[in-house]
């Protein structure tokens, strides 16, 4: 039985999100807790609506054997907030967008990726959009190792 929903927001739902759902996914079924979660990603900009994930985030993740390929970039909408337990922003701006639009009744489900990673505590994912290819891989260890964290908090 599912127990935990999580939906990972980032500004395109193309790159950091995306990665953040395969990430987490992967890293929990290898613990052997799969079945326990829900895991999802959406934007909160509207450009990417239907589109695959970057192509440089699709070739970092598959070298890590996680496979972002069937992902479609949707964007955030007010049911969301509602529908997850837990809404995980990867920088302060994509936070501060959810916070606008979130009923008061579940600001407190939205929280900051890596203040689950110990010493990086107010930190951000950084945007790789407009960087090259390492970029991406700098931001997967970051996901990858805020991934584990958050999976050691929630089981
Ligand atoms: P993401 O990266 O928020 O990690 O998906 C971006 C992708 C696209 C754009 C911005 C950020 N864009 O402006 O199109």
Redesign the pocket.
């Known amino acids: 039985m599912a127990t935990h929903r999580i939906l990972f927001v980032?500004?395109?739902?193309?790159?950091?999100?995306?990665m953040a759902e395969g990430v987490f996914s992967h890293v929990a079924a290898q613990a052997g807790h799969g079945e326990k979660f829900i895991i999802e990603s959406a934007?909160t900009?509207a450009?990417?609506i239907g589109n695959p994930p970057?192509p440089r985030a699709v070739a970092a993740a598959g070298r890590r054997d996680i496979d972002l390929s069937h992902q479609r970039a949707r964007q955030v909408h007010s049911d969301d907030f509602e529908a997850f337990d837990l809404v995980i922003a990867?920088d302060s701006s994509n936070h501060a967008n959810l916070l606008r639009m979130a009923p008061e009744a579940h600001a407190h489900k939205i929280q900051l990726f890596l203040d689950h990673l110990p010493d990086a505590s107010g930190r951000e994912v950084p945007?790789?959009?407009y960087g090259g290819d390492e970029g991406f891989e700098e931001v997967l260890d970051l996901i990858e190792a805020a991934s584990r964290a958050l999976l050691a908090r929630l089981t």
């Open positions: 980032c500004l395109g739902n193309i790159c950091r999100s995306p934007g900009g450009w990417h970057d990867m945007d790789p959009y």
